[in-house]
């Protein structure tokens, strides 16, 4: 039990500390009449200052919810009254939904989940409308996949520093990579690698969006072929692919994308450099020993075989010789994508590789681009290595041989800075404004915090390349997410670790545990860095995330124009206006026009025939922000989300005659319930009304 707190003075400074904190706080975003008045007494210049009664009010709660003094210091770090808007937003992978989710820091409030490749009924994605285009491109081999496995988000950057206009997201599972607007937080593309099943190193970003950075993983035959395992270094192979993005189309080009041929190791998580070592990216690796496991046939098993070696590879890419490369046509089409092949990335010396140790996960850039820092994940260091010296021993050939396959390997103490020891299990890195760096413990369930060296060395009192200190989380940290920490210009202040297992952190929910984020006061230095938050993700297990600055984001709050077709992000000529309302048919094609308003579809009753081929048109004829509504047509599948201005089409053929309540699934009005009308769908002579069965195939073609 906790030590009751008592009403020293000590503490009475303390809680009114905190509560000034509360008051004083910096007001993001706008004060709403509510805001104004609750903090009133601030702006007439009079700060709080708690009554002794309240200090006892304050105490006795404290006491009876056995809460201490770092308690309610945290409480006041994090407390976010209502109205009170956040300073960052955590875009977070999703794992297994295939969602992404945005976080408020530092409320750690879920504001919504942004469905990439799973279909999501309350935003209308998936379910009829224009979203479907992109859920027709979830398909794998031919087959709709309509699940994502999301690992790292990525948004786009400029200069090194996050722009806040787009966010992509990979899904290990297929090797697909997804494209969301963050003028309207949807998804608006999704291309799937056309080399690979799965991947893993994606997404990463060069420092101006020029490419978004799909690394490979398991290797296997480029273009989904067949080969036994027996031949795995002869046929199979390890991918990165550079997705070229086209900023003012919002859209991955395909046409100016291609791959790299990779040996068969295991590629795992990338970074591409910034500053100065803009213009490489780096990829580390593991199962170098390349082991084929068959643990069934008494060989060693993967775990076993992938580890053997001290060694592994960080591979070194310069992507614009690459680009160059590319251009000049020194690729082989597998799949009908450019590959360039190995032999060619030796030749045109941008491929090196260099030993790192041991099995590592993160490697990841400081914010100068001077330093790689590599986690070793069965080693307790991290390695630090200089972009300077990569680039010296380049030009001076300081190889220490070549793998298997030719590709020049540095020499590791030519390119090493240094190496760090802080603990087990070192996982991924981040990274704040006062020279310093953090990095996961996996095994030891703890966030590491390390000074950093060189042009770092003058901004902390410690000693350059040494642990300061750790902070337990609970439990098995993964990665972590320190404000704006994989930039150019990290923020500090806050980290968020993504702790997986929370066995005892919340009340239990059956066996399935869920996900713990845990966020951590990294503003005082020299101190304590302070779990000051616990999240429990209970929707999937999320891999990576980023934070960032909330005022970078311009979302909008309504649609630019009433008739918005959010795929071109333009204006529809299609979208029916107010007046224009109605039900045409040439043959068997039927085009309906509609018009959604509070609180009324227009028109009411759709008559149609068995058998029609149905256009639906819907213009969301508002412009307030309050005013979204929401259209299902339940036995057709069919259900939208149709925010203020936006224009929606749907095509069904109407195959199931019957009578069809359509009604609108946000809560709009007082007169929600009333927002509905008919579909009637007439049968064809000698059919009678189909009884209904099982309502479940829709033909969506
Ligand atoms: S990964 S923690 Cu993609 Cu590090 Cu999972
Ligand atoms: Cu519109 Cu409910």
């Known amino acids: 039990m906790k030590n009751p ?200 970003v060069t420092p101006n969006t020029e490419y978004v950075i799909e690394g490979g993983q398991y290797a296997t035959v480029l273009g989904y072929g067949y080969a036994p395992p027996e031949e795995y270094k002869k046929s199979y192979r390890g991918m990165v692919t550079m997705w070229k993005f086209d900023r003012a189309k919002g859209r991955i080009d395909l046409a100016n994308s291609f791959a790299l041929e990779l040996p068969p190791y295991w590629q795992d998580l990338a970074d591409a450099g910034k500053s100065a070592s803009d213009g490489f990216f780096f990829i580390n690796s593991f199962n170098v020993e390349m082991a084929t ?144 760096a953090y990095t996961s413990l996996f095994l030891d369930s703890a966030v590491a915090r390390w000074s950093l060296g060189g042009e770092y060395a003058t901004m902390h009192p410690e000693q350059p390349w040494k642990l300061v200190q750790k902070t337990p989380v609970q439990y098995n940290i993964g990665h972590l997410c320190a404000a704006e920490g994989d930039t150019v210009s990290p923020d500090g202040r806050f980290l968020v670790s993504m702790s997986k297992w929370s066995v005892d952190r919340f009340l239990t929910t059956g066996p399935l545990l869920p996900q713990n984020f845990q966020l951590l006061d990294i503003s005082q230095t020299g101190t304590t860095m302070p779990v000051i938050y616990d999240l429990p993700i209970g929707v999937g297990e999320p891999h990576y995330c980023q934070m960032i600055k909330a005022d970078k984001l311009k979302s909008w709050k309504v649609y630019p124009e009433v008739g918005w077709n959010t795929r071109t992000q333009q204006l529809d000529a299609n979208a029916p206006k107010q007046g224009q309302e109605g039900v045409t048919r040439e043959g068997n094609k039927v085009l309906v026009k509609m018009t959604a308003v509070r609180s009324h579809f227009l028109p009411e009753h759709v008559e149609v025939n068995e058998g029609d081929e149905v256009t639906w048109r819907i213009t969301a004829v508002e412009t307030a922000q309050d005013a979204t509504h929401g259209f299902c047509i339940g036995a057709y599948n069919i259900n939208l989300s149709l925010e203020p201005g936006e224009f929606e089409e749907v095509r069904f053929i109407a195959d199931r005659p019957g009578t069809y309540p359509f009604y609108c699934t946000e809560f709009c009005s007082a007169l929600h319930l009333e927002m509905m009308g008919y579909l009637h769908v007439k049968p064809t002579a000698g059919h009678a009304a189909a009884v209904p069965t099982t309502g479940t195939s829709r033909d969506s073609k």
């Open 293 to 436: 496991g068959g643990a069934e046939k008494g060989n060693p098993p993967f775990e076993a075989g992938a580890s053997k070696r001290d060694m592994d590879y960080l591979h070194i890419i310069d992507w614009r010789k690459a680009e160059a490369a590319f251009r000049a046509g020194k690729v082989k089409k597998i799949n009908g994508f450019p590959v360039i092949m190995l032999e060619t990335s030796i030749a045109e010396g941008l491929l090196y590789f260099a030993p790192e140790p041991k099995s590592p996960h993160g490697v990841d850039v400081t914010p100068n681009g001077q330093y790689m820092v590599v986690a070793g994940k069965l080693d307790p260091h991290v390695t630090v290595y200089s972009i300077e010296k990569v680039k010296a021993a380049i030009a001076a050939k300081k190889f220490s041989g070549s793998d298997e396959f030719g590709v020049p390997v540095l020499d590791f103490d030519a390119v090493k800075e240094v190496q760090v020891e802080l603990g087990l299990g070192p996982l991924h890195t981040q990274f704040d404004d006062k020279g310093y």
């Open 5 to 204: 707190i008592r009403t020293s003075m000590a503490c009475h400074a303390v809680l009114a500390a905190a509560s000034a904190g509360l008051l004083f706080s910096c007001f993001a975003g706008e004060a709403n009449a509510q805001e104004n008045r609750r903090r009133r007494a601030a702006q007439e210049g009079k700060p709080v200052e708690l009554l002794p009664e309240q200090v006892a009010g304050l105490t006795k709660i404290a006491n009876e919810r056995q809460l201490n003094v770092d308690d309610l210091m945290a409480a006041a770090k994090t407390f976010t009254p209502s109205g009170r808007h956040d300073e960052y937003v955590l875009f977070s992978s999703g794992g297994q939904s295939g969602q992404v989710f945005a976080i408020g820091v530092p409320s750690m409030r879920l504001l919504r989940s942004i469905a990439v490749f799973t279909p999501e009924s309350w935003q209308g994605y998936g379910f009829g409308g224009k979203d479907d285009h992109v859920i027709e491109s979830l398909k794998v081999n031919g087959t709709p996949v309509l699940w994502g496995d999301t690992h790292h988000p990525a948004l786009s950057e400029t200069k090194g520093d996050y722009d806040g206009q787009f966010l992509f997201i990979g899904d290990k599972a297929n090797a697909r990579v997804g494209v969301i607007d963050l003028r309207d937080w949807e998804t608006k593309q999704v291309v799937k690698n056309p080399l690979t099943i799965s991947d893993h190193g994606a997404a990463f």
